[in-house]
């Protein structure tokens, strides 16, 4: 969809970046945002502009240790700047990729990458009046919407509450502090659970509350929510919304860690299901599982204890993409892989019920 947020494919003289054709990125910058996180920006191998909504992200094959390892990340940069696009990432604890790119990434490096996709745009860009809520490095695609607005001088009524561990823990702080000193209607207020290291810390601690959010946010049920963070994080602020009057169609977040939450909780297949199984294979685990044709391979694996990557749950992101060795399956997705990824033998386990035994490259 092209909005005021987005380019216009006619203002552009070359060539847009397109989602079955295009696949290698370069790397041309990295920074440095706080101790743990870095910005990486990527142009296309090949001249492109990339054409995408604020809110929207990339899906990344990274190969590490000579194994494909995949994973979403939410552009952090303007869709208004459209020759290049950051993401931003935070380093995880025994994070393989987030600790890849964090140690190896450096500008020159080349990545591939599937995009943009993704859902968690603005309904009404421009208009609001919005609350942006972000937990910790899940401010990345709020800050996309951040930046597109002042690029294109709009200047809804913003509050944007961004909370994370401690002050120094504060993605984007100084920018967003420079938006909010020049920004009209825009107000920012930092939630640091704590003062950390940062003796002269003067502002508020704690966490997102029903409290603070009524002297905080006082219309807030006038507002449209956009919530990014992670997944206790979110539910915590779905909750405190609805409580506090928002109505359910102006609340939204980003969902990846909540599917794959919901796929946890998955029910088990009845027995009467399981009698009807196929037996699948993942090879590189060399683990065997029954899966019912009604089921999908991801959460039948789940159940079964073999470990598949996953976001989303629905065939959009890409992330649990996996080569099928042998058999077939009814696959229903929604945009997460490309047609030359299926011709090639590739499938995603989240939307695909199987049709035979299948063999899988897990
Ligand atoms: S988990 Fe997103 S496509 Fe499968």
Same mark, same amino acid.
């Given at each position: 969809?092209?909005?005021?947020?987005?380019?216009?494919?006619?203002?552009?003289?070359?060539?847009?970046?397109?989602?079955?054709?295009?696949?290698?990125?370069?790397?041309?910058?990295?920074?440095?945002?706080?101790?743990?996180?870095?910005?990486?920006?990527?142009?296309?191998?090949?001249?492109?502009?990339?054409?995408?909504?604020?809110?929207?992200? +990339? $899906?990344?094959?990274?190969?590490?240790?000579?194994?494909?390892? #995949?994973?979403?990340?939410?552009?952090? %940069?303007? @869709? !208004?700047?459209?020759?290049?696009?950051?993401?931003?990432?935070?380093?995880?604890?025994?994070?393989?990729?987030?600790?890849?790119?964090?140690?190896?990434?450096?500008?020159?490096?080349?990545?591939?990458?599937?995009?943009?996709?993704?859902?968690?745009?603005?309904?009404?860009?421009?208009?609001?009046?919005?609350?942006?809520?972000?937990?910790?490095?899940?401010?990345?695609?709020?800050?996309?919407?951040?930046?597109?607005?002042?690029?294109?001088?709009?200047?809804?009524?913003?509050?944007?509450?961004?909370?994370?561990?401690?002050?120094?823990?504060?993605?984007?702080?100084?920018?967003?502090?420079?938006?909010?000193?020049?920004?009209?209607?825009?107000?920012?207020? +930092? $939630?640091?659970?704590?003062?950390?290291?940062?003796?002269?810390? #003067?502002?508020?601690?704690?966490?997102? %509350?029903? @409290? !603070?959010?009524?002297?905080?946010?006082?219309?807030?049920?006038?507002?449209?929510?956009?919530?990014?963070?992670?997944?206790?994080?979110?539910?915590?602020?779905?909750?405190?919304?609805?409580?506090?009057?928002?109505?359910?169609?102006?609340?939204?977040?980003?969902?990846?860690?909540?599917?794959?939450?919901?796929?946890?909780?998955?029910?088990?297949?009845?027995?009467?299901?399981?009698?009807?199984?196929?037996?699948?294979?993942?090879?590189?685990?060399?683990?065997?599982?029954?899966?019912?044709?009604?089921?999908?391979?991801?959460?039948?694996?789940?159940?079964?204890?073999?470990?598949?990557?996953?976001?989303?749950?629905?065939?959009?992101?890409?992330?649990?993409?996996?080569?099928?060795?042998?058999?077939?399956?009814?696959?229903?997705?929604?945009?997460?892989?490309?047609?030359?990824?299926?011709?090639?033998?590739?499938?995603?386990?989240?939307?695909?019920?199987?049709?035979?035994?299948?063999?899988?490259?897990?």
């Amino acid at each position: 969809m092209v909005t005021e947020l987005t380019l216009p494919t006619s203002c552009a003289q070359g060539a847009f970046w397109s989602r079955e054709a295009d696949q290698d990125l370069v790397c041309i910058d990295v920074r440095q945002e706080t101790h743990n996180v870095r910005t990486f920006t990527f142009r296309a191998k090949q001249e492109r502009y990339f054409g995408f909504e604020p809110g929207q992200y +990339f $899906l990344f094959d990274f190969e590490i240790d000579g194994e494909t390892h #995949s994973r979403c990340y939410s552009m952090s %940069s303007s @869709a !208004l700047a459209p020759r290049a696009f950051s993401i931003t990432v935070k380093r995880v604890d025994g994070g393989k990729v987030s600790n890849w790119l964090h140690d190896h990434l450096k500008p020159g490096g080349m990545v591939r990458g599937t995009g943009p996709t993704g859902t968690f745009t603005l309904p009404d860009p421009g208009e609001g009046p919005y609350l942006f809520v972000s937990g910790g490095s899940g401010i990345t695609p709020v800050m996309s919407m951040v930046r597109a607005l002042a690029d294109a001088r709009r200047h809804p009524d913003i509050v944007f509450v961004h909370a994370a561990r401690t002050p120094a823990d504060l993605v984007f702080r100084d920018e967003l502090l420079y938006r909010a000193k020049v920004t009209p209607n825009f107000r920012l207020l +930092f $939630l640091p659970e704590r003062a950390g290291n940062e003796t002269g810390w #003067s502002g508020l601690t704690g966490r997102v %509350s029903e @409290a !603070l959010l009524k002297v905080a946010v006082p219309d807030l049920a006038q507002r449209t929510v956009m919530c990014c963070g992670p997944a206790p994080f979110m539910k915590a602020m779905r909750e405190l919304s609805l409580a506090l009057g928002v109505p359910q169609a102006r609340y939204f977040e980003e969902s990846f860690d909540a599917a794959v939450l919901d796929e946890e909780t998955v029910t088990p297949a009845p027995a009467a299901q399981a009698a009807s199984a196929f037996k699948v294979t993942f090879a590189k685990q060399s683990k065997v599982i029954d899966v019912s044709s009604e089921q999908s391979v991801l959460a039948a694996a789940r159940q079964g204890g073999v470990r598949l990557p996953s976001s989303c749950s629905n065939g959009l992101c890409g992330t649990c993409k996996s080569k099928l060795v042998s058999g077939s399956v009814d696959m229903k997705h929604n945009g997460g892989i490309r047609q030359r990824e299926v011709d090639a033998g590739f499938f995603l386990p989240c939307c695909s019920k199987p049709l035979s035994d299948l063999v899988i490259d897990r």
